[in-house]
């Protein structure tokens, strides 16, 4: 059974069609990179996928199971296991690394008031742990503004997986990091993919897509006009077929 | 030998910073504007030691400042979330009529407290709708929001003032701004003790977490599944209860009620929350130094006249005392970025 199944999604923005009737699909313990040009419809796809958009028309289903899409919400998707992590809008800058990671999930008593100290000792045990934020005197406490771009990512992924996500869905991760940086996100997606999770990854760079995902769905100005396995294509291959469908495009006739 | 001892020594100095210095630095802003306090009452009981040394004037200020703290204290929440409001002092306004008016009408206290707290709920809604269903700024919507009340106050009351048919010993003067522990007026306690319950609320309760985190990136937060709309909403009613909460007391303490009360309040309360070390940028404020601030800025006027200067100096310290604490702020939040 499918992790995700995505039918015949349409999405309306005003008069223009972010997206033309998609079908899209996620298995369980999958890598699938999304790849198309800036408008090609990939944040609005995955936004609707996590629940920050509504499509206009179409459908979800959830390992098999149907998806109210009118109540649909960033919650409801966190409920099934679905955490987007968006590279701009993963981190509240002047707040603390604990704030952060508990952002809209803190650990309340009764009254809504937060559990502080419990919520700082697992952000600790986080960052000790399975972020390897050790030295350069971070803590809990200090400031989201002050992390570099890689772990500003780290923070949002470890975020994912504190609360026990199944599929996380990346988008543009490696933009704006070092090399050194980017080879801890891709590890960070291949140990996702042992760890028997799944994951969408947005990239505009093809050979991080194809160092770590499984099939590659290849979206244009609101349809999906290929999709291939890693079995089936070498990464010259895709990378052919990419910049002949992209160069037809810009063609008059 | 020698070089080793010293490098120890070095290094036990180092380390007895290292504790101090995290503690200064989480609490900088507060020993800041705690020192800023000290300096300016310091200054007034040089200027004139005999006012500024006896209680009186201290009476005084816990007499006058917390009515306009009271609103300080919600433009801190507004400013936190990286917004604005102009209409709080017409609010204060619109409450002590509503509240006045319907007491004259009705003889109810009850109700007449209903009227003075709803109109600043309602006055909180309507702003928070124009601002997000509609989508007009909110320094644009509070500055209509502003006129709008204010211009209703004088034509509701015809412009004149409305007595208040309360007892001078009724028990809801007691309550608000009755007399407690030998002189101490209860409206300042009231404003203490909602100074703290709104501290908490802003730092240690869920509600200022996503107000803080709204102000701070407000797509984070939609993204991370908060309700950034009803956020908004709940800090425009709670700006907007609390002016009508000011304007109740007011009222109450004057037993009447004049049409243009709170007029004037706007530039101090918003000095109040600037010198506090609140920034204009959202994410991020103090309660306390908003609390601190509103009696620095509430005692200038007074601590200036009573030092033997004419009242015109007031708007020159005032104008000194927000920019240099501004330009302080500043540069210690550029350090830590």
Redesign the interface.
């Known amino acids: 059974m499918s992790l995700v199944t995505m039918r015949d999604v349409y999405k309306k923005f005003g008069e223009v069609f972010a997206l033309r009737g998609v079908n899209f699909d996620v298995e369980e313990n999958e890598v699938v990179g999304l790849i198309g040009d800036n408008g090609a419809g990939k944040s609005t796809l995955i936004k609707i996928l996590?629940?920050?958009h509504r499509p206009t028309g179409g459908e979800l289903r959830i390992r098999g199971e149907r998806v109210n899409l009118r109540r649909y919400?960033?919650?409801e998707a966190?409920r099934y296991g679905i955490e987007?992590v968006?590279q701009?809008?993963?981190?509240?800058?002047?707040?603390s690394l604990w704030?952060n990671l508990f952002?809209?999930?803190?650990i309340?008593g009764p009254?809504?008031?937060?559990k502080?100290k419990e919520m700082i000792r697992e952000t600790d045990s986080l960052m000790s742990g399975l972020l390897k934020f050790t030295g350069g005197g971070m803590a809990p406490?200090t400031?989201a503004?002050?992390l570099s771009g890689g772990e500003r990512q780290g923070l949002a992924i470890g975020r994912a997986m504190y609360f026990e996500a199944e599929l996380i869905i990346l988008d543009e991760p490696t933009r704006a990091l070092s090399v050194k940086e980017i080879g801890k996100v891709l590890r960070f997606v291949k140990e996702l993919k042992e760890n028997g999770k799944s994951c969408v990854y947005i990239s505009h760079t093809i050979s991080h897509v194809y160092a770590i995902s499984d099939r590659f769905v290849i979206l244009d100005r609101g349809e999906i006009v290929g999709e291939y396995r890693r079995d089936d294509v070498t990464e010259e291959e895709l990378n052919e077929r990419l910049s002949r469908a992209f160069r037809l495009e810009e063609s008059p006739e | 030998m020698k070089v080793t001892e010293d490098r120890t020594v070095i290094r036990q100095t180092g380390s007895l910073l290292g504790v101090a210095r995290p503690m200064l630095a989480k609490y900088r802003m507060q020993l800041a504007i705690l020192a800023l306090a000290a300096l300016v009452f310091g200054l007034f009981a040089i200027g004139n030691p005999r006012v500024f040394l006896s209680w009186p004037i201290y009476e005084a200020f816990l007499r006058t400042v917390p009515v306009v703290g009271l609103m300080a204290l919600g433009l801190t929440f507004v400013l936190v979330n990286k917004e604005i409001d102009l209409s709080f002092p017409s609010v204060m306004g619109f409450s002590g009529y509503a509240f006045a008016a319907v007491l004259g009408l009705t003889g109810s206290v009850v109700l007449s407290i209903g009227a003075a707290i709803s109109s600043g709920v309602v006055v909180g809604l309507a702003n928070a709708f124009m601002i997000r269903k509609v989508g007009i700024p909110s320094i644009v919507v509070t500055l209509g929001m502003m006129f709008l009340l204010r211009g209703a106050i004088y034509v509701l009351a015809g412009g004149l003032s409305l007595s208040v048919p309360l007892g001078r010993d009724h028990l809801l003067r007691s309550v608000l701004v009755g007399r407690v522990w030998g002189g101490i007026p209860a409206h300042a306690l009231w404003f203490a003790a909602l100074a703290i319950l709104l501290m908490l609320l802003l730092f240690r309760h869920r509600f200022g977490n996503h107000c803080r985190a709204v102000g701070d990136n407000e797509d984070a937060a939609r993204m991370l599944g908060i309700n950034v709309e009803s956020i908004k909403i709940r800090v425009f009613v709670l700006m907007g209860v609390l002016a009508a909460f000011a304007g109740l007391i007011e009222t109450t303490r004057m037993l009447r009620w004049y049409p243009s009360f709170g007029e004037g309040y706007l530039l101090p309360a918003m000095a109040a929350v600037f010198v506090g070390g609140t920034s204009m940028f959202g994410g991020e404020g103090t309660i306390f130094g908003t609390f601190v601030g509103a009696f620095i800025i509430g005692s200038l006027e007074a601590g200036i006249v009573s030092a033997g200067l004419a009242g015109f100096w007031t708007r020159l310290f005032y104008g000194l005392l927000i920019l240099l604490s501004v330009t302080f702020y500043t540069v210690v939040r550029k350090k830590r970025g």
């Open positions: 996590s629940g920050v919400s960033v919650r966190h987007p968006f701009e809008q993963a981190l509240a800058d002047k707040q704030r952002l809209g999930r803190e309340t009254l809504g008031f937060l502080s406490q400031h503004m002050t």
